[in-house]
C-alpha cells in the first residue's frame, strides 16, 4: 500500500454560529465578511509546512487539490501549492487531485502547468483530472452542467494528446478550437505522468477510468464503511472489462486522528472533526445537484453524488463526535485502533493508495504535525506491505535520482 | 389530473432526423389553432396550462428537445441551433404564422423562433418569458434552489395551495423508490437539464439583440408578484419588440397561466380578435 498526506486547507476560523448565520460554505458565502488574508497568510504557511513535513517522514505521496470560492478548502490554484512544494520536498510524489479541466480555457493550460511541475520536480507530479464539485464548475464558475461532462471529457483527451503527440497538431474540438498545439515544456515522465482520475461516484467514470488506464479515486468525505457501493461498482466494471483487478488502480480518502487511546483521540480530535462535519461540509442543497450534472444512469443507480449526501446531512442535526467515529467518517484512536480499522478497509475496499486527510477543520499544527509523525511511524509501517504482489503501475516511474538542489537562503546561509 | 378531451399524442419525424413528440388537444371544429411551447416543467398530456388552452383552442404542443431523451440534444448546441429545430418542427406540422404561446423557458424558445424566423410566427404571446436580463432586477436562479424552495419562486403566494402542494409534493418524493426515479424524478432532472443547456448560468443568449427581428403582433402577460422573472421584464420585451402590448395581472406569480387560466385565456381572445 501507498500512503499519500492530502490536504484540503480549509479556512479555520468560522464563527460557531456559522450555521445559523449563513446558508453554506460554498459559493456565495461572502468572503468580506469572513475571510482574514493575515490569518490566511499564517495557515497557508502553516499547511505548507504540514505537507513539507509530510515528505520528510516518508509519505509517499503529499496531495492538493482545487476548490472555488469556499472556506472548505482554500486551493483555487493547487498548481501555486504544488509548485511552491517542488522547492522545499526531495521525496514524496506531488499529487495534484487535480485540475478540473473543464475550466480551463484551453485545457492546455493543463497540460503546460503540469508539465512545468513535472519538470520543476523532477518527475514527482501525478496528474489528477477531476469534473470538479457542482459547487466549483457549474455555481462559482459558470459552467453549464449538462455539456460539463462532455467538455471535460474532451479537455482530458486534447492534454493526452498534446502530451503524446510527436509533431504540433490542430485540434477541432466541440469545446475547444486550435490552430497549433505544441505544448512545452513537455514532462520528464513519458509519455506523461500518471494520470489519476478523483470520482465522486458517477457509473461512467468507472468504465472510463478502465478503457484508459487511469487509476479511479473515490474521494468521500464519508468514511469508509460508506464507501463499498462505490468501490464495488468500479470493481465490478474492471471485472467486466477484463482488467487486471489491481488494487493499485484505485484510490481512495481517510480521516485519521491517531493518539494513545480511543480516549485521547476523542480529546484532540473531536473539535476538529466537528468543526469539519458541521461548518465546512454545510452546503445549501441549492447548490449541490444542478440539472444534468449527475447522468441519468448514475441516478438509476442510486448512487447519490457526494456532494448532495453532504448536502443532505448539512440540514440535519449537528454531527457528534461518537457517529463520526462509529460511522468511520474519522477513524481515530490509539495506533492499534486505526491499524485494526485501515486492514479492515484494506480488505474490504481493496485500495492500494490510500489519501490520508491528518489535519481537517481547524485542527491545530501541533496537533497535525504529530498526526502525520505517528502515522508515518506507527501505522504505516504496519500495513505497507499489503498488495506487495501487485505492480502499481499508476506511479511515477521516470523521477530523476538526482533532484537540483534550491541554493540556501542569503540570509540563512 | 385532468386531460382534454380528444387528447393525442404523435410523434413527429423531423429532416434533421429527430423525431419530435406532439401533444395536440382541443375543440376541434373552428376553433382556431394555438402552438403551446413549454416550461423547464416540460409538457404531458395533464399539463395545466394545456388543459387550459385546449378549452378555447386546439392546442399543438411540441416537447422541447432533451426533455424525452437529452441524446437529442447531441447537435443542438445553442439558441441558434434550438431555432433551427423549431422551424423543422414548425415545418413538419404546416405551421406557417402562427399563433404561439410560450411559457417562461417556452416563451424565450418561442420568442427566439420568432426573431430568427418571423414569418413562422403570425402571433406572439409571451407568459413570463425568460430570455432577458436586468442587474438591478435579476432573474431568479431556478437552478439553485433547494427544491423545496421552487414552490415559493413559481406562485404569486408564496404560501397559497399551489406552492404548499409543490413543496409538499417535492419534500415527500422518496428517491429511494425506483419506480418515483424513473417515472418522476428522472423525466424532471432531464427537463432541467435540456432547458438548463440554454439557460445556464445566466438565461441571457443575445436575445435582446433580436428582439428588434420580431414581426409577429406580441402579447405579453405577467403575474405582478413573479419572484422568478420580475414583472419589470414585461416592459423590457415590449421596448424591444416592435409591435407589443403588457397585461400585468394582479396577484400572479410565475405560474401565471395556472393561477389565473381564466384573465390568461380572456386577455389572449382579446389580443387575437
Known sequence: ?413 | MATAAGTTSRDVPLPSGLVCRVIEAGPGGDAATVVYLHGAGGVSEQDEILVNLARRWNVVAPMAPGFRDLAELGEIDDVHDLAIHYEEVFGSLGLENAVVVGHSFGGMVAAELAAHYPSRVGRLVLLAAVGLWDDDEPVADVFGVGVTELGGLMWGDPDGPGARAMREGLETIDVSDPKVVDELLIPMMQGFSAAAKFMWPIPDKGLAKRLRRIAAPTLLVWGANDRLVPAGYAARFERAIPDARVRIVPGAGHMVPIEVPEEVIAAIERFLG
Open chain 1, 1 to 413: 500500500m501507498k500512503f499519500h498526506a492530502f490536504h484540503l486547507m480549509p479556512y479555520p476560523n468560522l464563527p460557531d454560529d456559522f450555521r445559523q448565520r449563513y446558508r453554506g460554505v460554498w459559493v456565495d458565502l461572502p468572503a468580506s465578511e469572513l475571510y482574514d488574508p493575515v490569518v490566511g497568510h499564517r495557515v497557508y504557511h502553516d499547511y505548507l509546512d504540514e505537507l513539507e513535513f509530510a515528505d520528510q517522514m516518508g509519505f509517499d505521496g503529499i496531495c492538493v487539490n482545487e476548490h472555488h470560492q469556499n472556506a472548505y478548502g482554500l486551493m483555487p490554484s493547487p498548481n501555486l501549492m504544488a509548485a511552491t512544494l517542488t522547492r522545499r520536498t526531495r521525496r514524496a510524489k506531488i499529487v495534484v487531485m487535480g485540475n478540473s479541466v473543464a475550466l480551463y480555457n484551453p485545457p492546455t493550460r493543463v497540460a503546460e502547468e503540469f508539465a512545468m511541475l513535472d519538470v520543476m520536480s523532477g518527475g514527482r507530479l501525478v496528474a489528477g483530472f477531476p469534473v470538479g464539485t457542482p459547487m466549483d464548475t457549474c455555481y462559482a464558475m459558470g459552467q453549464t452542467p449538462t455539456t460539463l461532462r462532455e467538455k471535460y471529457r474532451e479537455g482530458v483527451d486534447l492534454i493526452l494528446k498534446a502530451w503524446k503527440s510527436e509533431q504540433p497538431f490542430a485540434f477541432n474540438g466541440r469545446f475547444t478550437q486550435l490552430r497549433y498545439v505544441n505544448v512545452w515544456p513537455r514532462p520528464i515522465q513519458q509519455p506523461h505522468p500518471p494520470v489519476w482520475i478523483p470520482g465522486g461516484g458517477s457509473v461512467e467514470t468507472w468504465d472510463w477510468c478502465v478503457q484508459n488506464g487511469f487509476l479511479y479515486a473515490y474521494l468521500s468525505f464519508f468514511g469508509y464503511l460508506r464507501a463499498r457501493q462505490v468501490l464495488d461498482g468500479y470493481w465490478e466494471a474492471v471485472d467486466r472489462l477484463g482488467a487486471e483487478a489491481n488494487p493499485y488502480s484505485a484510490g481512495f480518502i481517510q480521516f485519521i486522528g491517531i493518539a494513545d487511546s480511543d480516549a485521547q483521540a476523542e480529546e484532540l480530535y473531536a473539535e476538529a472533526a466537528l468543526y469539519f462535519f458541521n461548518r465546512c461540509l454545510h452546503l445549501y442543497p441549492g447548490f449541490t445537484n444542478p440539472p444534468g450534472y449527475t447522468s441519468v444512469a448514475t441516478m438509476r443507480k442510486g448512487i447519490v453524488g457526494q456532494v448532495e449526501q453532504a448536502a443532505r446531512r448539512a440540514f440535519a442535526d449537528d454531527l457528534t463526535w461518537p457517529e463520526i467515529v462509529d460511522r468511520g467518517y474519522v477513524v481515530a484512536g490509539s495506533p492499534e485502533t486505526v491499524t485494526e480499522r485501515l486492514s479492515d478497509m484494506a480488505d474490504h475496499l481493496r485500495v492500494g493508495h490510500l489519501m490520508v486527510n491528518l489535519q481537517f477543520g481547524n485542527l491545530s499544527r501541533e496537533t497535525t504535525m504529530a498526526n502525520i509523525e505517528r502515522f508515518a511511524t506507527e501505522v504505516a509501517p504496519r500495513l505497507r506491505d499489503r498488495f506487495n504482489e501487485y505492480e502499481d503501475r499508476w506511479w511515477p516511474t521516470d523521477t530523476l535520482s538526482e533532484l537540483a538542489r534550491p541554493a540556501p537562503l542569503g540570509g540563512e546561509a
